[in-house]
């Protein structure tokens, strides 16, 4: 197995305001001016003390008569039937991790314990937006080298996501080594540092990208739930569509 570093630039992180502010449950009007200025401080502080690091690595896609499992080198996924059909036509499977660093979590921790709770909330919210802008990067990397080959790619799935487990997320690591990314798993599966994003990126001639997959899910009230950037509330904890918090 080959890990594959990706570059990724710090210049190309976006973080949206209006999503922030979403979440604090501020409009954006004149009355928030105070809530836009932390935003766009703490953005600027975080992207600049960030560490993020990515790799990925692939796999041949194995054969699997289960409608909820796929199968690499002998280790099998229960996915689910939502991603595992979501993956249909995979000739291939990449694996990635991601992570934002350490650093606006310290940060975000920092802020929270002298007391200054909105700016600690707020440093999280933007976390949660650079790791999650870090794994766009990570995707349009294995995009890209999937076209060479004259194939294409799903959107990205990880646990924790619609009915894959949380836990199989030891299996993801087992096959690809977070250590050299710096990123380690808890017992509990849970990633460190926490704003950190592991998943599988199907591969192939025939599969098909569906960015907004949700609608596809019956799981209406679930937490990780994620919805069309046209419709309100599209910044839902994204980095939570990974099984962080």
């Given at each position: 197995?080959?890990?594959?570093?990706?570059?990724?630039q710090?210049?190309?992180?976006?973080?949206?305001?209006?999503?922030?502010?979403?979440?604090?449950?501020?409009?954006?009007?004149?009355?928030?001016?105070?809530?836009?200025?932390?935003?766009?401080?703490?953005?600027?502080?975080?992207?600049?003390?960030?560490?993020?690091?990515?790799?990925?690595?692939?796999?041949?896609?194995?054969k699997?008569?289960?409608?909820?499992?796929?199968?690499i080198?002998?280790?099998?996924?229960r996915?689910?039937?939502?991603?595992?059909?979501?993956?249909?036509?995979?000739?291939?499977?990449?694996?990635?991790?991601?992570?934002?660093?350490?650093?606006?979590?310290?940060?975000?921790?920092?802020?929270?314990?002298?007391?200054?709770?909105?700016?600690?909330?707020?440093?999280?919210?933007?976390?949660?937006g650079?790791?999650?802008?870090?794994?766009?990067?990570?995707?349009?990397?294995?995009e890209?080298?999937?076209?060479k080959?004259?194939?294409?790619?799903?959107?990205?799935?990880?646990?924790?996501?619609?009915?894959?487990?949380?836990a199989?997320?030891?299996?993801?690591?087992?096959?690809?080594?977070?250590?050299?990314?710096?990123?380690?798993?808890?017992?509990?599966?849970?990633?460190l540092?926490?704003?950190?994003?592991?998943?599988?990126i199907?591969?192939?001639?025939?599969v098909?990208?569906?960015?907004?997959?949700?609608?596809?899910?019956?799981?209406?009230?679930?937490?990780?739930?994620?919805?069309?950037?046209?419709?309100?509330?599209?910044?839902?904890?994204r980095n939570?569509?990974?099984?962080?918090?």
């Amino acid at each position: 197995m080959q890990l594959n570093l990706i570059n990724i630039q710090k210049d190309r992180i976006t973080i949206e305001p209006d999503d922030v502010l979403s979440l604090l449950g501020s409009s954006g009007n004149e009355d928030d001016t105070h809530s836009i200025d932390l935003i766009t401080r703490y953005t600027l502080e975080c992207i600049r003390i960030c560490s993020p690091r990515g790799g990925f690595a692939q796999f041949k896609a194995e054969k699997s008569d289960s409608n909820e499992e796929i199968e690499i080198e002998g280790t099998r996924f229960r996915t689910g039937r939502i991603i595992r059909n979501m993956l249909k036509g995979s000739e291939e499977y990449a694996f990635f991790a991601v992570t934002a660093g350490p650093e606006p979590e310290t940060l975000s921790k920092t802020l929270m314990n002298e007391g200054q709770f909105l700016e600690g909330y707020i440093v999280d919210l933007i976390a949660t937006g650079i790791v999650e802008s870090v794994a766009d990067q990570a995707q349009e990397v294995i995009e890209s080298t999937a076209r060479k080959d004259g194939f294409k790619i799903t959107n990205r799935y990880s646990p924790g996501y619609c009915t894959w487990d949380v836990a199989e997320q030891q299996k993801l690591f087992g096959l690809l080594p977070g250590e050299c990314l710096g990123i380690t798993l808890s017992e509990s599966s849970l990633m460190l540092p926490i704003k950190s994003v592991s998943g599988i990126i199907g591969i192939g001639k025939d599969v098909k990208y569906s960015e907004y997959s949700c609608k596809h899910c019956s799981m209406k009230q679930c937490v990780f739930r994620r919805v069309d950037r046209r419709n309100p509330g599209f910044f839902i904890h994204r980095n939570r569509w990974s099984s962080q918090s």
